[in-house]
């Protein structure tokens, strides 16, 4: 429906300035586009229409696929003809955008004919980019990567891998890395909800979201915090204007800044940046104080709520409001609020997690969910955004440095399950790897650099890193390099490589930013419209994407270079064991029935590329309510059979849309907490006490299921002989024949027990959580009652800085809290949404926003070109943005941007053709060092800066 204007009168004056306001006035000449020809009103003449415009009577295919930006997973309808992808709609009959698009869905079709692609391999000599044929390509990079590996190890050579993979293409880029012998490998959950799989696996069985976006309709109360779906998943948002339409939702939004989000919101909360646990403990407060909490919850299901109890003693009213800013009246506000709309839920993204402290922010946000007894039920739960289009299925299927696929761990059991899927013999799959004794353990067995740090693999020394040396050589694989923050660092991390590596269907800012003249090598990657696979959505649904056009230029699918690759290295046939090739290109489909084979820890074997196919094929059949298939071959399924899908693909289990949900039974989607942290601690136990799911056998808790559970419950004989063979000795997660899981779930009980939430985590630094100040803070007489840890000597490889940090008061220099976060036209770093025409019109200048409180103590006007200076020396030229949706000593940038690297403008350096249609300069160049306390997770939500006219 197009909507126009009822009144010619204009609109009435409002606080402030908006953005599109912000760029007319501001001049959008000096952000590119006009500068090129693109849209400049002086390049527009009448067009002549004496002839018509050429018309294709060639046959439309129409394609399904799912958008490559965000994790919502939005349908798309692809037209082609005669090869060329012509046309897209927003699938009408997806049951989870339901016909809508956002800007950046909107865009998708211009992958498919982009001429800023790179077009063929290339590499840098003398400064200037060389073109090279693909066969030279593989063997140029392959003889110096086989030449670091034969001189310094292999884990001198590092593989950053991508969330934009299918979950075919991360889970080979996985198994590549285990095969060249490292574990140096990692991808953008790293940097963007690694403290929310740690924090909330460590609660309660699994890190990810709880609910789904479509059950979102069924809250009365939701509580976003640090997270802007208005900007960053639009099409979430109307998920949550429907909870406000339907359901009477109350929606309260806490963020440092007032957001588009907080525009829709019922009450708005201002917090200081990194004051999360605190604000979380001062809402608690209130509910204990009060009784608000669920007692018979937490008696049933919650273990050591008590604890919680004591440290939130601790965060009375008027601590917590000098701490977060936030008043005791409207701490009490918000906690009656959410107290008296049940079921309510919890929404987080980034702002949550990208702290020193994210894996603290995340348990306490999961601790509040359980108070209030909200988890396992519809309409509540912990729904947690993720960013790119595959970062949930990427970090699933294992691409991170510290796990192998499905969260096995890298110990020697892992390892041995691995390699029976793999079918390879162990002792040659540890041959691969440096089998040194380092401070760590053996480089195997070991976590590996993170991809938040690989900055510091570089830089430290040798004898201070837990491996043979220094990282020598970068694979850049689908990554966005200025979404990292210490920008600075970065660039003198890059020259001192002696190779780096950027695999990408765009060149990215890798391939300009480093000042080196060679050693650089590009290699075009195919966009997922030009390859096929599987790809996870943020609710745990997988969905399957068809092939829509053919390799653009001379580009190649990511599984295609990775086999071509490990050709070269020496390991080709042991990577392809399992899968038919056409040509050099593993078939994708029996990848995935080789993770099928192996993922039973978070059921990612019932999704086979049938059942799958069969969904994508059905859109229209999947309810938009609660996503179950309400006819067709699919009838009982839930849509993209979210994990867990228990068994095998034949047991035909229908996916779990509400994790811990005990109202169903275990064989339709019901689900107990896990037990995966032993069954009792202290000498208490960790079992569910009289809850379970409906019509189990077993009714009390129960611990993870064995081969001699089955034994001793008298169901082992219901286990066929194949099965019983394969079984013996193993457990839920390694017994391959998924006979123990069948047995399990046809007596209705949870393949890996039922426990209770724990809100002790006695394995973690803070075993409940606690609020610790920022390392770079102006509040510093808050840092002697808070502070930080102690520096590490040793953690994920290598030296990590707290306390050191923490106790330099920068503040006379740098007094400004610096933050981050996203725009709605641009996503990741940018590259390729700024190598988007109709997205690059929309937003065409970096900015910072400032109060205007603050930019008139400083004497700065809006529009006018700011130095922004981080707490590291770390410069950035912007435009000053004047408004009051920061507070007075807030300043925040978004983080799209790359292109100019402290006031110099790298347009000259991209190959030719291939520079996106905005540069601008990159937010992180300014951020500062800080590291969270579990996963390496980086903090870019909380910083120092100062800021002076340019």
């Known amino acids: 429906m197009r909507l126009t204007r009822k009144s010619s009168q204009p609109a009435a004056a409002k606080l402030g300035i908006s953005r599109r306001q912000f760029l007319k006035r501001s001049g959008a000449a000096t952000g590119g586009i006009a500068g090129i020809g693109l849209f400049g009103n002086t390049m527009m003449e009448r067009g002549n229409a004496a002839e018509k415009t050429a018309y294709s009577d060639a046959p439309v295919e129409v394609k399904r696929t799912i958008c490559s930006h965000c994790s919502v997973g939005c349908g798309v309808y692809a037209e082609v003809q005669e090869g060329v992808w012509t046309r897209q709609e927003p699938a009408f009959d997806h049951p989870f955008n339901r016909g809508a698009h956002c800007a950046k869905g909107a865009s998708l079709r211009e992958h498919g004919h982009s001429t800023r692609r790179l077009k063929y391999p290339m590499k840098l000599v003398n400064g200037q980019w060389q073109r090279l044929s693909w066969e030279d390509a593989i063997e140029e990079i392959g003889d110096k990567v086989l030449a670091l590996r034969e001189q310094h190890g292999p884990d001198s050579v590092y593989w950053l891998g991508s969330a934009k993979f299918s979950n075919e293409q991360a889970y080979l880029m996985r198994k590549f890395a285990a095969l060249f012998g490292t574990n140096n490998t990692d991808h953008q959950a790293r940097i963007c909800h690694s403290t929310t799989v740690a924090g909330v696996a460590n609660t309660w069985g699994y890190g990810a979201m709880t609910n789904s976006l479509n059950d979102l309709q069924n809250s009365r109360s939701i509580l976003l915090i640090g997270s802007n779906p208005c900007e960053a998943h639009p099409i979430a948002m109307q998920h949550i204007l429907l909870a406000k339409e339907r359901s009477h939702a109350d929606i309260i939004v806490v963020d440092p800044r007032f957001t588009r989000t907080a525009a829709k919101a019922s009450k708005y909360v201002r917090l200081r940046p990194g004051s999360d646990v605190a604000y979380v403990w001062g809402l608690l407060w209130h509910i204990f104080e009060n009784g608000w909490e669920d007692k018979e919850y937490i008696d049933q299901r919650v273990y050591a709520m008590d604890d919680v109890r004591k440290e939130v003693a601790n965060y009375p009213p008027d601590v917590v409001e000098n701490i977060t800013g936030v008043s005791g009246d409207d701490m009490r506000d918000t906690a009656w609020r959410l107290s008296q709309n049940r079921p309510g839920c919890v929404v987080w993204c980034m702002g949550g997690t990208q702290h020193t402290t994210g894996n603290n922010n995340t348990r306490a946000y999961c601790i509040l969910e359980l108070a209030l007894g909200n988890v396992g039920k519809s309409g509540g739960g912990t729904n947690i955004f993720r960013g790119h289009d595959n970062v949930q299925g990427a970090t699933d299927l294992g691409l991170m440095s510290h796990s192998l696929p499905g969260y096995y761990g890298l110990t020697e059991d892992a390892w041995q399950h691995w390699g029976k899927v793999w079918d390879l013999d162990s002792e040659w799959l540890k041959s691969r790897f440096d089998q040194t004794e380092y401070v760590d353990g053996k480089p195997m067995y070991t976590n590996g650099i993170t991809v938040s740090r690989w900055i510091d693999g570089v830089l430290e020394q040798d004898e201070d890193i837990a491996q043979r040396t220094r990282l020598k050589a970068m694979f850049y694989w689908g990554h966005a390099v200025n979404s990292q923050t210490r920008g600075v660092e970065m660039q003198k991390a890059m020259q001192q490589l002696d190779m780096m590596v950027i695999v990408d269907p765009y060149p990215t800012v890798a391939a300009v930013m480093h000042g080196r003249k060679d050693g650089v090598y590009l290699l075009p990657a195919c966009s997922q419209f030009e390859t096929t696979g599987s790809v996870t959505a943020t609710n745990r649904s997988l969905q399957w994407r068809d092939q829509v056009i053919e390799p653009l230029f001379e580009s190649k699918p990511d599984h295609e270079i990775m086999y071509l690759l490990a050709r070269k290295l020496g390991f080709g046939n042991e990577l392809v064991k399992n899968y038919e090739m056409n040509g050099d290109e593993p078939l994708i489909e029996d990848i995935t029935r080789e993770f099928n084979r192996g993922m039973w820890t978070v059921g990612y074997t019932g999704q086979s590329p049938e059942r799958l196919k069969e969904h994508q094929k059905n859109w229209h059949t999947f309810s938009f309510n609660d996503l179950k298939a309400k006819k067709g071959p699919a009838k009982g399924d839930y849509y993209g059979l979210p994990w867990p899908s228990w068994g095998t693909p034949e047991m035909r289990h229908p996916g779990t849309p509400i994790l811990y949900d005990t109202s169903k039974p275990v064989s339709e989607g019901g689900l107990t907490f896990r037990a995966r942290f032993g069954i009792e601690h202290d000498g208490v136990s960790l079992l569910a006490d009289g809850v379970y799911s409906e019509n189990s056998d077993l009714d009390d808790g129960y611990p993870e299921f064995t081969a001699q559970m089955l034994k001793d419950l008298g169901w082992w004989n219901e286990l066929t002989e194949q099965e019983k063979q394969a079984a013996e000795g193993k457990n839920w997660k390694t017994d391959l024949s998924g006979g123990i899981q069948r047995v399990a779930i046809a007596h209705e009980c949870a393949p890996f027990g039922n426990a209770k939430a724990r809100c002790n985590v006695w394995t973690f630094p803070d075993p409940i959580p606690k609020h610790r100040e920022p390392l770079y803070t102006n509040r510093r007489d808050l840092v002697d009652k808070f502070p930080t840890w102690e520096d590490m000597n040793s953690f994920y490889r290598l030296p990590t800085l707290y306390r050191s940090i923490q106790e330099k008061d920068v503040t006379d220099r740098y007094p ?135």
């Open 816 to 950: 400004i809290i610096l933050t981050s976060g996203r725009l709605v036209e641009y996503e990741g770093g940018g590259e390729e949404t700024r190598s988007m025409s109709w997205l690059a019109e929309l937003q065409q200048q970096m900015f910072v926003e400032i109060n205007p409180a603050l930019a008139g103590e400083l004497g700065i006007a809006e529009g006018e070109m700011v130095w922004v200076e981080g707490a590291e020396g770390g410069r950035v030229r912007v435009m000053a943005m004047v408004t009051p949706r920061v507070a007075r000593d807030v300043v925040f940038m978004p983080f799209h941007f790359a292109g100019i690297f402290q006031g110099e403008d790298l347009l000259s350096r991209y190959p030719e053709g291939s520079a996106p249609y905005i540069q601008g300069e990159a937010a992180n160049t300014a951020t500062t060092y800080g590291y969270d306390s579990v996963t390496q997770m980086q903090e870019s939500k909380c910083t120092l800066c100062r800021i002076e006219k340019a």
